[in-house]
């Protein structure tokens, strides 16, 4: 396939109109034939990645429950395996907030154009503020209380609500993990055709993404940078350091905190570790995506790692499906990020309503490109940040869904490890020092291949 037909290389070339585009614009005065001909591409995008966001949740989440199959045979593991997933979600996105809150990416954009921008999305910002008067009068269980809905279809229209989608995703899905199997199924495979078409509108959507992003650019630009269009290189720098502080995080979460606990909880070293699921990996980065890269995965788990074929074929499966660091960790500095550029300072609670939503919300982001960008949007507008703002980074989330991707397989494969070993079911193999030898060398010559027509 030639470089230009493939889907990053058109959103970069749109990123790059965008900023030519949005840099001539303001210099000429544009700004009113920009917001009629060339913002509602944006919008439409924004819109069509909004639209999904719902039924993307609750089929994702409720086929990833139901996958459990039975409570009583696979409560040790399932338990295990779900604890572990959440607790370095959990640590992925305490790095990502200490990262970015330590190192303000967003605050080296001038306060000049943080005025700016806060002028473009003044209604946005006094939704905000009014939302958060409103919080301060509420009583401390009341979180727990908006959790619940009242009535699902109304919470399903507002993308606001998705606290309360979540709910129901969990509620259904545990019902159907309690009601007879010849009864469930029907219901199961209604959500799976579901998660599958949805998985496919993503796909879509995505294609629009090059012409979304130029509108979304464009508009942003010309709006901006209309008054004091040299203030544009400290945005562009800003993004940049953005971009370091995404990739500092990803690096602590993949060669400090994995490898801490395969240091702790197995009796594989290190270097073995990572010898093994190198095929897993580079297929990651290829196609940015843990659903595909899934049977790769389980074949480095089984053979490279001596990881049971009992646990890899839960573990593994349910981690394309609900463990999602990277991507946690990326929507926690991207969200900060674009708030700090808006210059909106978020409130430790809010900070704290970044994670729980993130932690929750990982669980329902599908194993498949740009499915993050989805979550970020659903993020976003629960703290208050006007989701538009997604527009600063869009440009540069292809080659950190390729890194997040890898920091995705590499903590799928190390949690079948810890719960293998936990199970003794955790073999000594040869074949991870032997990747050079006929044993492997089939298992690395898919992977190349796998990555070369990627």
Same mark, same amino acid.
């Given at each position: 396939m030639p470089w230009y037909r493939k889907l990053h290389w058109q959103i970069i070339i749109g990123l790059l109109l965008g900023l030519a585009y949005g840099i001539v614009g303001a210099a000429q005065g544009w700004e009113q034939f920009t917001a009629y001909w060339i913002a509602p591409f944006g919008t439409i995008f924004l819109n069509l990645l909004k639209l999904i966001a719902v039924p993307l949740i609750l089929a994702s989440l409720v086929v990833g429950i139901a996958s459990l199959a039975d409570l009583n045979k696979l409560s040790r593991i399932g338990g295990k395996t779900i604890g572990l997933y959440l607790i370095t979600t959990v640590i992925a996105l305490v790095v990502g907030l200490t990262l970015v809150n330590t190192l303000d990416p967003g605050g080296s954009v001038p306060a000049e154009m943080q005025q700016q921008l806060e002028e473009t999305y003044r209604d946005d910002v006094g939704e905000r503020e009014a939302f958060a008067e409103d919080a301060a009068d509420r009583g401390p269980l009341q979180p727990i209380v908006d959790m619940v809905p009242a009535n699902f279809f109304n919470s399903a229209s507002d993308n606001g609500n998705m606290l309360q989608v979540v709910f129901v995703a969990f509620f259904i899905g545990i019902?159907?993990?309690?009601?007879?199997?010849?009864?469930?199924?029907?219901?199961?495979?209604?959500?799976?055709?579901?998660?599958?078409?949805?998985?496919?509108?993503?796909?879509?959507?995505?294609?629009?993404?090059?012409?979304?992003?130029?509108?979304?650019?464009?508009?942003?630009?010309?709006s901006i940078a209309a008054d004091s269009p040299a203030e544009l290189g400290s945005l562009l720098s800003a993004l940049g350091y953005y971009c370091v502080v995404v990739v500092l995080g990803l690096a602590v979460m993949v060669f400090v905190v994995y490898p801490l606990f395969v240091t702790l909880f197995t009796r594989k070293s290190v270097p073995e570790f990572f010898k093994a699921i190198a095929p897993a990996q580079l297929v990651a980065f290829s196609t940015s995506s843990s659903g595909a890269t899934l049977p790769i995965?389980?074949?480095?788990?089984?053979?490279?790692?001596?990881?049971?074929?009992?646990?890899?074929?839960?573990?593994?499966?349910?981690? %394309?499906? !609900?463990?999602?660091? &990277?991507?946690?960790?990326?929507?926690? $500095?991207?969200? @900060?990020? +674009?708030?700090?550029?808006? =210059?909106?300072?978020?409130?430790?609670?809010?900070?704290?309503?970044?994670?729980?939503?993130?932690?929750? %919300?990982? !669980?329902?982001?599908? &194993?498949?490109?740009?499915?993050?960008? $989805?979550?970020? @949007?659903? +993020?976003?507008?629960?703290? =208050?940040?006007?989701?538009?703002?997604?527009?600063?980074?869009?440009?540069?989330?292809?080659?950190?869904?390729?890194l997040r991707t890898v920091n995705n397989i590499t903590g799928d494969t190390m949690v079948a490890s810890v719960v293998a070993e936990s199970e003794n079911a955790l073999s000594d193999v040869n074949g991870v020092m032997q990747m050079g030898t006929n044993d492997s060398g089939p298992l690395t010559t898919a992977a190349s291949e796998t990555s070369s027509t990627s």
């Amino acid at each position: 396939m030639p470089w230009y037909r493939k889907l990053h290389w058109q959103i970069i070339i749109g990123l790059l109109l965008g900023l030519a585009y949005g840099i001539v614009g303001a210099a000429q005065g544009w700004e009113q034939f920009t917001a009629y001909w060339i913002a509602p591409f944006g919008t439409i995008f924004l819109n069509l990645l909004k639209l999904i966001a719902v039924p993307l949740i609750l089929a994702s989440l409720v086929v990833g429950i139901a996958s459990l199959a039975d409570l009583n045979k696979l409560s040790r593991i399932g338990g295990k395996t779900i604890g572990l997933y959440l607790i370095t979600t959990v640590i992925a996105l305490v790095v990502g907030l200490t990262l970015v809150n330590t190192l303000d990416p967003g605050g080296s954009v001038p306060a000049e154009m943080q005025q700016q921008l806060e002028e473009t999305y003044r209604d946005d910002v006094g939704e905000r503020e009014a939302f958060a008067e409103d919080a301060a009068d509420r009583g401390p269980l009341q979180p727990i209380v908006d959790m619940v809905p009242a009535n699902f279809f109304n919470s399903a229209s507002d993308n606001g609500n998705m606290l309360q989608v979540v709910f129901v995703a969990f509620f259904i899905g545990i019902g159907l993990l309690l009601i007879p199997g010849e009864k469930a199924q029907p219901l199961i495979d209604f959500f799976d055709s579901l998660n599958t078409l949805i998985i496919k509108l993503v796909e879509i959507i995505m294609l629009t993404a090059p012409v979304g992003v130029f509108g979304l650019l464009a508009d942003a630009i010309v709006s901006i940078a209309a008054d004091s269009p040299a203030e544009l290189g400290s945005l562009l720098s800003a993004l940049g350091y953005y971009c370091v502080v995404v990739v500092l995080g990803l690096a602590v979460m993949v060669f400090v905190v994995y490898p801490l606990f395969v240091t702790l909880f197995t009796r594989k070293s290190v270097p073995e570790f990572f010898k093994a699921i190198a095929p897993a990996q580079l297929v990651a980065f290829s196609t940015s995506s843990s659903g595909a890269t899934l049977p790769i995965t389980m074949e480095v788990s089984e053979k490279n790692l001596g990881v049971s074929k009992e646990i890899s074929s839960f573990v593994l499966p349910l981690g %394309a499906t !609900i463990n999602m660091d &990277g991507t946690a960790l990326y929507q926690a $500095v991207a969200a @900060v990020f +674009i708030a700090q550029v808006l =210059g909106l300072d978020l409130t430790m609670v809010q900070q704290l309503n970044i994670v729980l939503i993130a932690v929750l %919300a990982s !669980i329902g982001t599908a &194993g498949v490109p740009s499915a993050g960008i $989805v979550m970020l @949007v659903v +993020i976003l507008e629960s703290v =208050g940040v006007p989701s538009a703002g997604i527009a600063l980074i869009l440009g540069v989330d292809r080659p950190l869904d390729m890194l997040r991707t890898v920091n995705n397989i590499t903590g799928d494969t190390m949690v079948a490890s810890v719960v293998a070993e936990s199970e003794n079911a955790l073999s000594d193999v040869n074949g991870v020092m032997q990747m050079g030898t006929n044993d492997s060398g089939p298992l690395t010559t898919a992977a190349s291949e796998t990555s070369s027509t990627s």
